[in-house]
């Protein structure tokens, strides 16, 4: 099957304008025809979901959770950013379009980032309309940050809670079309299959859980808004109901899996500090703005960090990259804080963090400058962690915070499978509800968490930070054999005819012990290194990601091929007309 | 007709007929008070007050029946939004801890509120529905507060009013809308000074009578 | 600074909104003062499930302190002793050893039980529909500047 990514032709900048004016409107009268269900209700689907009823849908919209306003976009935290130029330091949106596709390490689609770049605007606008309260300057206007290294101010938002406010915006919206009758809302029910008719998505199988009944809902379009699937690493910065389930049963069902082994590892988390921990904390990365990340010189120095002197400490990063220092790009910050800690030189009661300093930082700007910058990071840290980083250094370790793969789609985000149909009579059958009662009829040894728990050492030993191709032959053989006991020797109590929380992990779990092969294979066929995607056979002689455009400027999109077979590769080629593709560097 | 009782039947608005009809028994505290400190005047100043109240003939009886319906509206919506609390919790706590701002006179309204109401009966067959004909109203009461169960009885139940107002003073101000975090510390202040007038201005009075028989 | 405390629970069952609850005893050793309220109740459930019993059903999600799904009252407080802090930022330094802990669902006949300290909360997505929103079509917003709001 040829993948067409179905981009308008013409210069970058007329892309979407030519697209919008091509494509076919439905008259007013008509759209109160069309059903279309949206599955999900963050930020992606809760404005889905909301935009599609203001315009005169009928909309059906799922969530897993008890409400649409806890979805995990709740949790993020800088802000977002636009092209608005408010702060007239020099942005538009071409300098957006281009920072984005720098920052993806050219293996995204230019004209998809070049109409981010051009909707950005207008999202500022509709959130404020919604009643976002972001930030605002002593006269009223906006007010705007710098974040991640950008060079221009361009991040809009509400304190450390940027994600929360958006979210709620959305939400209100999305309930006023639900008071309006535009909106269904479906909560606690998990997506379980696509329903493929003719080769289009007509609708979706979810269960209650609340009931654990199995319903079928059909709809002239399917809105997969499910999020990302870093919890296959066990241990995240995700919220504990985000999983793969949906995406991967849409995969099995002929729909393209693109990328999955791009993750992003996040280099200022709260440390690892036992087995039994469920859940990982990001730390906004602004901290290393003022702090100072270094280890003892000496491997396994144990002593505590107030006793360690200036001559034997090691600031890796100062050292290695002068000119950024501390502020080198995520993932570069990130492997160096693995090699260190596999040196033997991490700090901690596991050995498996650095220290971030601020008592320089303290020194030179004061206590109160760095409490007005960071106050309610350092109450968080001393909350979860009894420790207090105006006195002792913080700890902190990398962590999966997010994921750039997913279901493959154009540009007009549709995946290779039609999602548009016109209405008739659907006849769905149930596939789920076999599973549940096989997960519930092993009577092993071992909980559905210690499974994950050990997927997830697996992945991030294998499969995380750096990889290299020993490493991931070998990990897809430990996935098989794991997935292989956890069908024989996994427990599952209760029963599928109520509120079963087990089993709503179990099935998840079931998907991700599936889907890490998946992630393993590819990271194994793309034979280079970018952005999120690092194999140590394949850097530059400053340790840094080598691409190779040559042979891997394409997106990789798998295609299900059964649960025995090997999935096919499709690749779709990325053309870079517009910009130039370059080497980065931090030295 | 169905605004009004939409709005008045939601548990908001008999919250806010508690709060009118409480207040409205507040500014009734201050000027019965008021009238009531003549006593230490003496016995001709209380009488000459009992007598011009009573010269003010219609308007006395219009007073009286608007405290006897404010009377009414607050103790059945109270005892409503009592019961309906209840309701609302049909399996209780198994433990119970003083958090969320709960007061002493937050916590007793509704008993306090029905000691108050029996009090007020007790109170009005004493003082007011008496055969007055042969006797002034200053008799009346150091009879009355000659006998010390008298006396026990009426400053408890000051100290009771007292713990009422101290909940009932800020709180109606509250369920108005007046509610801020510049002014709510001002009023719960002020709700505690009001109660401390009502107790000691009121409690102190049958003491006193009895101190002067 | 960390210790293992060894700590006794009682925590309310009960298997769905129809049928009355109790509750049950439970110990938990050697559980971490670093551990958060939700990973200790989580060992607890590793244990039961192995057991072969029904571990304890409880909502939960973020585990960073934003998404509003957990909640309990613990020793007769929502959320547990801390000031604002929710139950998955509640961590298990604010006990002692010995100590015992009971946990409740949320009481209120408007959330009814779920399964044992989950409740169904759907009565508050209730009260946003009766107008809690902002009542305009984002479609055609105005410029983001054009209303300058007090900074407040």
């Known amino acids: 099957m040829q993948l067409d990514a179905k981009i308008p032709s013409g210069p970058l900048t007329e892309k979407w304008d030519k697209h919008r004016f091509e494509l076919k409107l439905v008259n007013p009268a008509n759209k109160r025809k069309y059903n279309i269900i949206v599955v999900g209700t963050g930020l992606a689907g809760g404005a889905a979901a909301a935009s599609l009823a203001e315009l005169g849908y009928y909309v059906k919209n799922f969530c897993v959770q008890d409400s649409p306003r806890r979805a995990h976009s709740i949790a993020a935290q800088g802000g977002i950013n636009a092209a608005k130029n408010y702060q007239n330091d020099g942005d538009s949106i071409w300098r ?277 910058k960071y106050g309610n990071l350092f109450q968080m840290y001393e909350k979860i962690t009894a420790s207090n980083p105006y006195e002792a250094p913080m700890m902190i370790y990398p962590a999966s915070h997010y994921v750039m793969g997913g279901l493959w789609v154009d540009y007009n985000l549709m995946s290779n499978l039609p999602g548009l149909f016109v209405m008739g009579e659907a006849n769905f059958s149930d596939h789920g509800a076999n599973r549940t009662s096989k997960l519930l009829s092993i009577n092993g040894k071992r909980t559905v968490d210690d499974f994950h728990r050990e997927l997830g050492h697996i992945l991030w030993e294998y499969c995380g930070m750096s990889r290299n191709d020993e490493g991931l032959l070998k990990a897809r053989k430990l996935i098989q054999e794991l997935r292989g006991e956890f069908w024989e020797n996994s427990v599952t109590p209760g029963s599928d005819k109520d509120f079963n929380q087990s089993l709503e992990r179990a099935g998840r779990v079931a998907d991700f012990l599936e889907f890490a092969e998946l992630m393993v294979v590819d990271a194994f066929e793309r034979k280079e290194s970018c952005g999120g995607h690092f194999n140590e056979g394949y850097q530059t002689e400053e340790n840094e990601a080598k691409r190779d455009d040559e042979n891997f400027c394409h997106v990789a999109a798998w295609k299900y091929k059964g649960d025995d077979a090997e999935p096919k590769l499709h690749k779709e080629p990325l053309a870079f007309e517009n910009v130039e593709l370059t080497q980065r560097s931090y030295k | 007709m169905n605004w009004f009782t939409n709005t008045f039947g939601s548990s908001v608005g008999k919250k806010m007929m508690m709060a009118v009809t409480g207040l409205f028994f507040c500014v009734f505290l201050v000027l019965h008070l008021a009238g009531n400190l003549t006593l230490y005047m003496g016995k001709d100043a209380f009488n000459s007050y009992a007598e011009h109240l009573h010269s003010l003939g219609p308007l006395l009886t219009l007073a009286e029946w608007g405290l006897l319906i404010f009377a009414v509206v607050h103790i059945s919506t109270g005892l409503l939004l009592f019961y309906q609390n209840f309701k609302a919790r049909p399996e209780r706590y198994a433990v119970n801890k003083r958090a969320g701002g709960r007061t002493l006179g937050s916590a007793t309204m509704p008993y306090t509120g029905v000691f108050l109401l029996l009090f007020v009966i007790y109170h009005l067959l004493n003082f007011h529905f008496v055969d007055k004909t042969h006797t002034t109203i200053f008799q009346i009461v150091s009879n009355a507060f000659a006998q010390p169960s008298y006396v026990l009885i009426y400053t408890f139940a000051m100290i009771i009013a007292a713990v009422h107002v101290s909940h009932g003073f800020w709180s109606a101000f509250q369920t108005l809308g007046a509610n801020h975090p510049k002014y709510t510390p001002f009023l719960r202040g002020l709700s505690l000074v009001f109660s401390l007038i009502v107790g000691i201005g009121f409690g102190f009075i049958p003491v006193y009578v009895s101190l002067l028989v | 600074m960390t210790k293992n405390i060894n700590i006794t629970l009682k925590i309310w069952r009960q298997k769905n909104a129809s049928v009355k609850g109790g509750f049950e005893t439970y110990h938990a050793a050697n559980i971490s003062t670093d551990m958060s309220f939700l990973e200790m109740i989580d060992v607890v459930n590793e244990q039961l499930t192995l057991d072969g019993k029904d571990p304890v059903a409880f909502d939960h999600d973020c585990r960073e302190g934003i998404c509003g799904m957990c909640g309990a009252v613990v020793n007769g407080r929502a959320h547990g002793p801390e000031k604002g802090t929710t139950l998955c930022q509640l961590h298990m330094r604010h006990f002692s050893d010995g100590d015992t802990i009971v946990i409740e669902p949320w009481r209120a006949k408007a959330f009814p039980i779920i399964k044992d300290i989950a409740v169904d909360r759907s009565a508050f997505d209730q009260i946003i529909i009766a107008g809690g929103y902002i009542s305009v079509n984002v479609g055609g917003a105005p410029d983001a500047n054009a209303i300058p709001i007090e900074n407040g």
Not at chain 1, 98 to 107: L, S
Not at chain 1, 173 to 189: E, I, K, N, Y
Not at chain 1, 252 to 269: D, L
Not at chain 1, 304 to 332: A, W
């Open chain 1, 96 to 372: 957006l379009f281009y920072d984005t596709i720098k920052g993806g390490d050219f293996r995204a689609r230019e004209a998809n980032v070049y109409r981010l770049a051009q909707v950005s605007n207008n999202i500022i606008d509709q959130c404020v309309a919604q009643g976002v309260p972001f930030a605002r300057e002593y006269g009223g206007l906006l007010a705007n940050r710098s974040f991640g290294g950008a060079q221009v101010s361009r991040t809009f938002y509400a304190r450390g809670q940027t994600g929360q406010q958006l979210l709620l915006g959305a939400y209100s919206s999305l309930m006023r079309q639900v008071a309006a009758g535009q909106v269904t809302l479906f909560p606690r029910r998990e997506m379980l299959d696509l329903v493929v008719i003719n080769g289009q998505a007509r609708g979706i199988l979810v269960r209650n859980l609340i009931t654990g009944e199995i319903e079928s809902h059909a709809a002239d379009a399917v809105v997969m808004c499910t999020g990302g699937y870093a919890n296959v690493f066990y241990l995240s910065t995700n919220a504990m109901a985000s999983n793969v389930s949906a995406t991967f049963r849409a995969y099995k069902k002929g729909a393209f899996f693109a990328n999955p082994c791009y993750t992003q590892i996040h280099p200022t988390c709260i440390p690892v500090h036992g087995t039994y921990q469920s859940k990982l904390t990001l730390m906004s990365e602004s901290l290393r703005n003022d702090g100072r990340v270094w280890v003892p010189k000496i491997p396994g120095d144990r002593r505590p960090p107030s006793q360690i002197p200036e001559s034997e400490r090691d600031y890796y990063l100062e050292n290695k990259y002068p000119s950024f220092g501390n502020l080198v790009p995520r993932d570069v910050a990130s492997r160096n804080a693995k090699t260190q800690c596999d040196m033997g030189k991490g700090v901690g009661e596991t050995g498996f963090a650095v220290y971030l300093d601020f008592k320089d930082a303290i020194k030179r700007d004061g206590k109160e400058v760095i409490a007005q």
